[in-house]
């Protein structure tokens, strides 16, 4: 059986600071960093043009790195509304993006990233952070926070992915055929 190589854009979004990491790699094989960083928009800017420079700077990581796959973090609903408001603005820019240029988006939790990155779904940031740095082989924790849960996306999204979108096509395939059935 070979191995399907995948170039994984990972996006934690966020409108001050939207982590990006991206990885290379398949299931059973080494990882790969390619590129990590953070993305910065000035919280006193307006709004329109924080996220027209998330747009910008997304489009450049993409034209520089090609990835075949955007892994971004699934919103989920925080107890502070402008926070999850601003994570959910930053994450639509990344879908976006994804969908202009054609390149498949898959959505992951923050528990499925934890365990699949470290065998918990209940791990703290910096279990994540010390399997990111020992999964892809470096020397040091990448800082910010948010590059590293960039990273731990596009880890989680070469493990599972593939499984998340076998299971995605057959409910696809046994919906069709449901809906046939029920037309008859």
């Given at each position: 059986?070979?191995q399907?190589?995948?170039?994984?854009?990972?996006?934690?979004?966020?409108?001050?600071?939207?982590?990006?990491?991206?990885?290379?790699?398949?299931?059973?094989?080494?990882?790969?960093?390619?590129?990590?960083?953070?993305?910065?928009?000035?919280?006193?800017?307006?709004?329109?043009?924080?996220?027209?420079?998330?747009?910008?700077?997304?489009?450049?990581?993409?034209?520089?790195?090609?990835?075949?796959?955007?892994?971004?973090?699934?919103?989920?609903?925080?107890h502070?509304?402008?926070?999850?408001?601003?994570?959910?603005?930053?994450a639509?820019?990344?879908?976006?993006?994804?969908?202009?240029?054609?390149?498949?988006?898959?959505?992951?939790?923050?528990?499925?990233?934890k365990?699949?990155?470290?065998?918990?779904?209940?791990?703290?940031?910096a279990?994540?952070?010390?399997?990111?740095?020992?999964?892809?082989?470096?020397?040091?924790?990448?800082?910010?926070?948010?590059?590293?849960?960039?990273?731990?996306?596009?880890?989680?999204?070469?493990?599972?992915?593939?499984?998340?979108?076998?299971?995605?096509?057959?409910?696809?395939?046994?919906?069709?055929?449901?809906?046939?059935?029920?037309?008859?």
């Amino acid at each position: 059986m070979s191995q399907i190589y995948k170039r994984v854009l990972g996006v934690d979004p966020g409108l001050t600071r939207c982590g990006v990491g991206v990885v290379e790699g398949a299931i059973g094989s080494p990882l790969t960093l390619i590129g990590v960083g953070v993305i910065l928009t000035p919280p006193d800017a307006a709004l329109e043009l924080r996220l027209l420079q998330l747009e910008s700077e997304l489009e450049e990581w993409i034209a520089l790195h090609k990835p075949t796959v955007i892994a971004v973090e699934r919103v989920f609903s925080q107890h502070n509304v402008r926070t999850v408001m601003g994570t959910a603005q930053a994450a639509g820019i990344a879908l976006l993006v994804a969908a202009r240029r054609n390149i498949p988006v898959m959505m992951h939790t923050p528990s499925e990233v934890k365990a699949a990155v470290t065998g918990s779904g209940r791990a703290n940031k910096a279990q994540v952070a010390e399997m990111v740095k020992r999964l892809l082989n470096l020397e040091s924790i990448p800082k910010p926070v948010d590059s590293t849960d960039a990273l731990a996306l596009a880890i989680c999204h070469i493990w599972r992915g593939g499984a998340n979108t076998k299971i995605a096509e057959a409910v696809a395939i046994e919906k069709s055929r449901l809906a046939k059935l029920v037309k008859k």
